[in-house]
Each structure stands twice: as C-alpha cells, then as structure tokens.
C-alpha cells in the first residue's frame, strides 16, 4: 500500500503537477492568454484546425489549474498538427511548440520547503518534506542555484548572478525569455533588406498606412520612411536589451506601444505570444510587484483600457470585432498597471557590473537552457539564407527575399544559399479547350505564371482546384534547377516534383509549410512576409 502510494505521488509530481514558483505561475498566466489570442484568428477556422484548438484550450487548461507534464503534453500535440500537416505559416506557431516541447521535458512538481526530498516518490509529500527539513539536514543545491545563497555566505557576484538567473525557476521559464528576446534580435536582422527600406513596399510604410485606413475618423500623421524604419528596428532592439536587463516596467510600457498597432492593423495575436516571454524575463520581486499595482489600480488600468478600446472604434467608424477590443483593454490595462509598479520589483539591477553577471549568468554550465533557446532561433533565422524555409523563421513582415533575382538582404551574400528552393511554372494550360476558348481560367493560369511556389504548394494547387471544369491542369516549369512536365495535375499518378526537408532529403511531412504562398516573381512586392 505505502508503494502504491508513493507510485500515485511521484505520478502526481512528475505528470500532473507542476512547480508553484510565482515566475512559472506567471508564465503559464500568459500561455493561457496566448491560447485564447490564437483561437481569434481567421487560419484556425480551416478544416481540421477546430481539433487542435481544442487540444490547445485543454492543455492550457490543466496548466493552469495544475502546471505539470500533462498540460505541456496535450498543448504539444496541439500545436503539431497544424504546424506537421495543417500548413500554418506562424512564427507564433514554432515558438509556442518549442517552449511546450521543453515545458513537457522538464517540468515536474516541487518540494514546498527549501529543501529537496530524498526519493522522486516523496516529492509532493509536504509534512515529510517539512520534517527532513525540521531535523536539520541539509540538501544538496538544485539545478540552477547557487551554493551558498540564502545561507548569508559565498561570493556576492555569485548571489546576484543566481538571482539575475533566477534561481529554482524551472527550466521553460529561461528558455522561454531567451527564444523571445532571440526573437526580436533575429526580426531585425532579417528586416536589414533593401526592399524594407524602400518607402514603397516597406512592410513599416504598409503597416502604417493600414493602420490610418482602418482609423479614417482619426488620421494618423504623415510620418517620413525613414523614421518609421527605425522606429521599428530600433523598438524592436530596444525590447531585446530591456528584457535582457529585466527591466520589466519599460519593457511592458514600450512592448504596449509596439506591438498595439501591430495587433490592431497586422498581427492580432503575436503580442500575446511574445508575453510569454515577457513573463519569463520577470524577476520574483518583480511578478510580486505587478501583483500589488494590479490590485491597487486594476479599476484604473480597466477603465484607461476601455477609453482606448472607445477611441479605436470611434476612430473605426464601424464597430470592430469584439475579441480585438477585449485585446486593446488587456494591453493598454497591462501598460499601466506595469508603469504603477512600485518597491525593488520595479527596478532593474543598475551598473555595468549588473551587465557582467547577467553575460555570467547566461553562460554558466547549470543554465543551459537560455542558451538552447539562443541556438534553436539562430538556426531558424539562418534557414531562409540557405534556401531550406522561410517561413517558421522569424522573418515575418520583414520583406525579405531569398530567390535568384531577387535576393535582397544588405548582409548575407546570395552565395551561402545552398539551393533556390522555388517552382516557377513557364507555361500553365486550364481546363479543355472549351473552356479555354471561353476564357474562363485566364486568371488561374496567369496566377500559376506569375508566383513563385514552394515545392509543396503545387498539391494544394490539386487540392483546392481540380474539379471538372479545371481538368486538364497542364503545367511546364523548373525546380531546383530541373525543368518538369505534368500533363495533367489532377491524375492521381501525377508526378508532382517531390518535397524537399531542411537538409535536402524527402520531407518527412508534406503538410508542413515551409515557403510562402502567395510570394510573386516580380522582386519588387509590397511587405512580402
């Protein structure tokens, strides 16, 4: 009976529940707000995505009543179907499943005390914790501290480093700070192109401009390209370094000003993802502090929420949908009660020494997993450059172009890509020569001639146009520098040319996309992303 017990607790521990850290509880706060931003977005209408959303709902669910493995687990799998098999083209989408992947990996329930049980088994027994605790012994350091501290001795930089590093914080929490702040550091890298500073495709020029379109009732300014550039670059840089300094107050204020045109006019559910990280950066201190702001001007920030949301659709002229209202409440609400903060969490660690111990901090052996996140998105970012993917890779609204023709990015040279991943369709004949005669697929064909495809794309071509009508779908072009026939696109034995995986091999999941779908052989195309 005592073993079955022990076996229902570590199952308990190492499944079911999860760390009771203030920081993880703040994080699995905003994977919750996350999920909820996703579920608002038009793609996950399409068939078959109601099943993983419903997955996604679930696994956030059971992280927040409980916070352990099986939460990580049932969001894991919601999260890779549409990102395997449903063509989902989100950033978003990778870096929620990297941090589920490692949240499932490491995440297990912990001791209440200090100290650390003596077997897995008794991890969740709390009066056997208390009492090992209460007769003196003293337990081993946990992964991730510093020995030493609490116990009024050892070296005072290695103090603020275990603090800075966050010391007993579950290992999903650095990582997920990390691919964040990796995150925007690689959005300005890729945005470092001629065609995003070119005033008349610039996706910051675009932006703005459906930013003053969807707001007719309040013009926005003329703002000059060029300001508008590297408002853009430079706020994005300056998130990275105010969440690498932890300085939550600004980094919250200036995350808000951001990203609340991006969601209203491009991005409706990225911020909500990037706040996942933004929980991750905060200190203990820190998530208390905006606890105690949100209870003392929560009605405050609630109601400058709603001004805001009143103002938009002033400015609209229509009444807008209602989950986008609900987001600028949260934002503006969420800005405020950040600038209300008050006491030490509101202060980041001052002085160039505070920069040293956070490099220390980062780099040491015990913290690997800020470093995994650092690895992981430099290997997206440098995909699109050797012609594997584009999409998955942080390049969103950054213009960037990668094929022969058009490369376009001011730092990497065209010479490091290993392969032109596109299909070009020369010549693209519609229908029989009834229809042809009639003209009825002109634009389908023109449509075929004049994009580039992914090697996939050419079977949701087949997917979502072969019908009576449409058949024979002829088409005549080059791949990878092959040229190929296919008489008829609809015939079961159609040799489609074949999908290729990151390292040049058969892609192990056609469905996953890699490349965008609606990218034209003309270089020049407003905010391609």
Same mark, same amino acid.
């Given at each position: 009976?005592?073993?079955?017990?022990?076996?229902?607790?570590?199952?308990?521990?190492?499944?079911?529940?999860?760390?009771?850290?203030?920081?993880?509880?703040?994080?699995?706060?905003?994977?919750?707000?996350?999920?909820?931003?996703?579920?608002?977005?038009?793609?996950?209408?399409?068939?078959?995505?109601?099943?993983?959303?419903?997955?996604?709902?679930?696994?956030?669910?059971?992280?927040?009543?409980?916070?352990?493995?099986?939460?990580?687990?049932?969001?894991?799998?919601?999260?890779?179907?549409?990102?395997?098999?449903?063509?989902?083209?989100? #950033?978003?989408?990778?870096? &929620?499943?990297? =941090? /589920?992947? $490692?949240? %499932?990996? @490491?995440?297990?329930?912990?001791? +209440?005390?200090?100290?650390?049980?003596?077997?897995?088994?008794?991890?969740?027994?709390?009066?056997?914790?208390?009492?090992?605790?209460?007769?003196?012994?003293?337990?081993?350091?946990?992964?991730?501290?510093?020995?030493?501290?609490?116990?009024?001795?050892?070296?005072?930089?290695?103090?603020?480093?275990?603090?800075?590093?966050?010391?007993?914080?579950?290992?999903?929490?650095?990582?997920?700070?990390?691919?964040?702040?990796?995150?925007?550091?690689?959005?300005?890298?890729?945005?470092?192109?001629?065609?995003?500073?070119?005033?008349?495709?610039?996706?910051?020029?675009?932006?703005?401009?459906?930013?003053?379109?969807? #707001?007719?009732?309040?013009? &926005?300014?003329? =703002? /000059?390209? $060029?300001? %508008?550039? @590297?408002?853009?670059?430079?706020? +994005?840089?300056?998130?990275?370094?105010?969440?690498?300094?932890?300085?939550?107050?600004?980094?919250?204020?200036?995350?808000?000003?951001?990203?609340?045109?991006?969601?209203?006019?491009?991005?409706?559910?990225?911020?909500?993802?990037?706040?996942?990280?933004?929980?991750?950066?905060?200190?203990?201190?820190?998530?208390?502090?905006?606890?105690?702001?949100?209870?003392?001007?929560?009605?405050?920030?609630?109601?400058?929420?709603?001004?805001?949301?009143?103002?938009?659709?002033?400015?609209?002229?229509?009444?807008?949908?209602?989950?986008?209202?609900?987001?600028?409440?949260?934002?503006?609400?969420?800005?405020?009660?950040?600038?209300?903060?008050?006491?030490?969490?509101?202060?980041?660690?001052?002085?160039?020494?505070?920069?040293?111990?956070?490099?220390?901090?980062?780099?040491?052996?015990?913290?690997?997993?800020?470093?995994?996140?650092?690895?992981?998105?430099?290997?997206?970012?440098?995909?699109?450059?050797?012609?594997?993917?584009?999409?998955?890779?942080?390049?969103?609204?950054?213009?960037?172009?990668?094929?022969?023709?058009?490369?376009?990015?001011?730092?990497?040279?065209?010479?490091?890509?290993?392969?032109?991943?596109?299909?070009?369709?020369?010549?693209?004949?519609?229908?029989?020569?009834?229809?042809?005669?009639?003209?009825?697929?002109?634009?389908?064909?023109?449509?075929?001639?004049?994009?580039?495809?992914?090697?996939?794309?050419?079977?949701?071509?087949?997917?979502?146009?072969?019908?009576?009508?449409?058949?024979?779908?002829?088409?005549?072009?080059?791949?990878?520098?092959?040229?190929?026939?296919?008489?008829?696109?609809?015939?079961?034995?159609?040799?489609?040319?074949?999908?290729?995986?990151?390292?040049?091999?058969?892609?192990?999941?056609?469905?996953?996309?890699?490349?965008?779908?609606?990218?034209?052989?003309?270089?020049?195309?407003?905010?391609?992303?």
């Amino acid at each position: 009976m005592v073993r079955r017990e022990r076996r229902l607790r570590w199952l308990y521990a190492h499944v079911l529940a999860g760390p009771r850290h203030p920081v993880y509880r703040a994080v699995v706060v905003a994977w919750m707000l996350a999920i909820l931003a996703r579920a608002t977005l038009a793609q996950v209408s399409g068939p078959g995505w109601w099943s993983a959303q419903v997955l996604l709902f679930v696994g956030a669910a059971l992280l927040l009543r409980w916070g352990g493995r099986l939460g990580w687990l049932v969001s894991l799998v919601g999260l890779l179907v549409p990102l395997l098999f449903l063509r989902c083209w989100m #950033t978003q989408t990778t870096l &929620l499943t990297a =941090i /589920a992947a $490692v949240g %499932l990996l @490491t995440t297990h329930a912990e001791c +209440e005390s200090e100290s650390e049980c003596e077997s897995e088994s008794e991890c969740e027994s709390e009066p056997e914790c208390e009492s090992e605790s209460e007769s003196g012994s003293r337990p081993a350091p946990s992964e991730g501290t510093v020995e030493g501290e609490g116990q009024g001795q050892g070296d005072p930089d290695r103090a603020q480093e275990a603090a800075v590093a966050g010391a007993g914080v579950p290992p999903v929490v650095p990582f997920a700070g990390a691919l964040v702040i990796a995150t925007y550091v690689v959005a300005v890298f890729h945005k470092l192109n001629r065609d995003y500073f070119d005033p008349e495709i610039s996706c910051a020029v675009y932006g703005w401009q459906k930013l003053d379109r969807l #707001t007719p009732l309040l013009p &926005l300014p003329d =703002i /000059a390209p $060029v300001v %508008l550039h @590297t408002a853009v670059l430079g706020a +994005e840089l300056l998130l990275a370094v105010l969440l690498w300094r932890r300085s939550m107050r600004a980094a919250l204020v200036v995350g808000t000003l951001f990203h609340l045109p991006l969601t209203i006019a491009l991005a409706p559910a990225f911020v909500f993802t990037m706040g996942i990280g933004f929980a991750a950066r905060m200190r203990r201190e820190q998530v208390a502090a905006f606890r105690a702001s949100l209870r003392a001007h929560g009605r405050m920030a609630l109601l400058l929420g709603l001004l805001a949301a009143v103002v938009t659709t002033w400015s609209a002229g229509v009444w807008p949908i209602w989950h986008l209202l609900v987001k600028i409440v949260l934002l503006v609400g969420v800005a405020w009660v950040a600038l209300r903060m008050e006491g030490p969490g509101a202060r980041p660690a001052r002085g160039v020494e505070s920069w040293r111990v956070r490099g220390r901090a980062l780099c040491r052996r015990r913290s690997p997993w800020s470093l995994a996140a650092l690895g992981l998105m430099a290997v997206l970012a440098s995909t699109p450059y050797l012609g594997t993917r584009v999409q998955h890779a942080g390049a969103m609204l950054s213009n960037l172009r990668i094929d022969a023709g058009c490369w376009n990015h001011l730092l990497v040279p065209e010479r490091v890509r290993r392969v032109d991943p596109y299909v070009r369709i020369e010549v693209a004949r519609v229908g029989g020569e009834r229809y042809r005669a009639l003209g009825l697929h002109e634009r389908r064909e023109a449509s075929l001639m004049g994009g580039l495809w992914g090697d996939d794309a050419l079977r949701a071509v087949r997917r979502n146009w072969c019908r009576p009508h449409t058949r024979p779908i002829r088409l005549e072009g080059t791949v990878r520098g092959e040229r190929f026939v296919i008489e008829d696109l609809c015939a079961a034995d159609a040799a489609l040319p074949a999908a290729r995986g990151a390292f040049g091999g058969r892609a192990w999941f056609p469905g996953h996309l890699r490349f965008q779908t609606t990218l034209s052989r003309e270089c020049r195309q407003v905010c391609v992303h």
